[in-house]
Structures are given as structure tokens and as C-alpha cells.
């Protein structure tokens, strides 16, 4: 089992809709949860980090961590096709310097 | 504030050679982070370092080492390169008070003929 697994896509969402991006952890004591958006070509770039259960918003987008289930997820509400990108959740284990990564999801926001 | 940088941002090597890669962090970021990117295995951790010290290590072979100089400034050399270590090398910093959080820089795009 992979410790971090997400649907590697691609996600297809009409503009306008709420793209809504899964993520699931297997190591119970992870503390820290990332979520980093990758354009092709590009670097990942820090979009949202949440610490604890329940949502944590910003702007359009709202990070939502259950760690009894084990469970993380990005929702972008009002998706707009500049959002089209592979978006990689990553997790920070307890006493670990160093962030676990989902092999991603694409998500295509269609005009 | 400037982001991370790393340099050279794309490199040509031959199979056998050696390749030094070089990241510098945020100003005041103490920690630097390597990772590898390739489209099989997805990013992977290589090695972390802080205040000139390795502190943690991924499951990469010897070839792969690093280094981190008193001004935070690191490097990362292969040695005797594969053809299988063409990929995307991403550095990352994160600051003492947010240890957890890290920013990447642009990488370097390495391939390996």
C-alpha cells in the first residue's frame, strides 16, 4: 500500500463547477497536510496546508482533513480553466523531516 | 522576498559523468530539501539538510550525496549517472518556524543520454 494515494485522473469539471480532489494517508500519526499545485513543466507551488480535523478555507479553495478516516481533500469551488493542473497531496509524518507525496491528480477544467 | 533558486535549470550529461546541481534557499530558510521527479515514481525524497548537517535521507543509492554550506546555500552531485536519473530535481526551504512547510524552487531538468 502506498503511503499517500490520489486518484491520478484526470478529473474533468466544466468552468464554474467545484472540483473536489482526494487524498488518502496511511501513517496514523501524520501531523501535517499539503496540498501543491503542479502546472506541466513546472514546480509544485504550495497552494493550501491544513493541521487540524475539519475545513480550513482560502479564497476558492478549502482543505478538509479527517484523521480518523485518514482522509484529505481540496475542494475548488468557481474552477476556472486556468486551474487545469496536477495537484499533489503531501503528508508530514511525525518526528519525519520530510513530505510524503501522492503521485497527483490532473484535473482538466474544461471552458 | 525571493523564491528558492536552483541552478543550472537544465542539464545534458552522458552516462558515466557526474552532474553537481546548486540551490539556494529563501533568505532565512535554514533547511534545504532535495527531491527527484520523474513521471514512474513521482517525487521522491533525497536528503534534508540543516545548519551544514544531514538530518534525514531517502532511499537513493551513494551516488547521490549533498551538501550544505554556512550560508544555507546546497548542493546535490550524482556520481557516475544513469541513464534512470534523467529527471526533474527539486530543492526545497522551510524556516524554523514553519519546519513543516516547504517551497520549491524550479528545479533542474536533468537527462542522461
Known amino acids: 500500500q502506498k503511503e499517500v494515494e490520489q486518484n491520478s485522473g484526470p478529473l474533468s469539471v466544466p468552468e464554474g463547477a467545484i472540483a473536489s480532489l482526494n487524498c488518502t494517508y496511511s501513517?496514523?500519526?501524520?501531523?501535517?497536510f499539503f496540498w501543491y499545485r503542479q502546472y506541466s513543466g513546472k514546480s509544485p507551488e504550495l497552494i493550501m496546508s491544513?493541521?487540524?480535523?475539519g475545513d480550513k478555507e482560502d479564497g476558492r479553495f478549502t482543505a478538509q482533513l479527517n484523521k480518523a478516516s485518514q482522509y484529505v481533500s481540496l475542494l475548488i469551488r468557481d474552477s476556472q480553466p486556468s486551474d487545469s493542473a496536477t495537484y499533489l497531496c503531501?503528508?508530514?509524518?511525525?518526528?519525519?523531516?520530510?513530505?510524503?507525496f501522492g503521485s497527483g491528480t490532473r484535473l482538466q477544467v474544461q471552458p | 522576498k525571493a523564491g528558492v533558486t536552483q541552478t543550472p535549470r537544465y542539464l545534458i550529461k552522458t552516462r558515466g559523468q557526474q552532474v553537481t546541481l546548486s540551490c539556494s534557499p529563501i533568505s532565512g530558510h535554514r533547511s534545504v530539501s532535495w527531491y527527484q521527479q520523474t513521471p514512474g515514481q513521482g517525487l521522491q525524497f533525497l536528503f534534508e539538510y540543516f545548519s551544514e548537517t544531514q538530518r534525514n535521507k531517502g532511499n537513493f543509492p551513494g551516488r547521490f550525496s549533498g551538501r550544505q554550506f554556512s550560508n544555507s546555500r546546497s548542493e546535490m552531485n550524482v556520481s557516475t549517472l544513469e541513464l534512470g536519473d534523467s529527471a526533474l530535481y527539486l530543492c526545497?526551504?522551510?524556516?524554523?518556524?514553519?519546519?513543516?512547510?516547504?517551497?520549491f524552487g524550479p528545479g533542474t531538468r536533468l537527462t542522461v543520454l
Open positions: 491544513i493541521y487540524s480535523n
Open positions: 503531501a503528508v508530514h509524518g511525525a518526528g519525519r523531516r520530510a513530505l510524503t
Open positions: 526545497a526551504s522551510s524556516s524554523e518556524r514553519e519546519a513543516d512547510t516547504q517551497y
Open positions: 501513517d496514523r500519526v501524520s501531523q501535517s
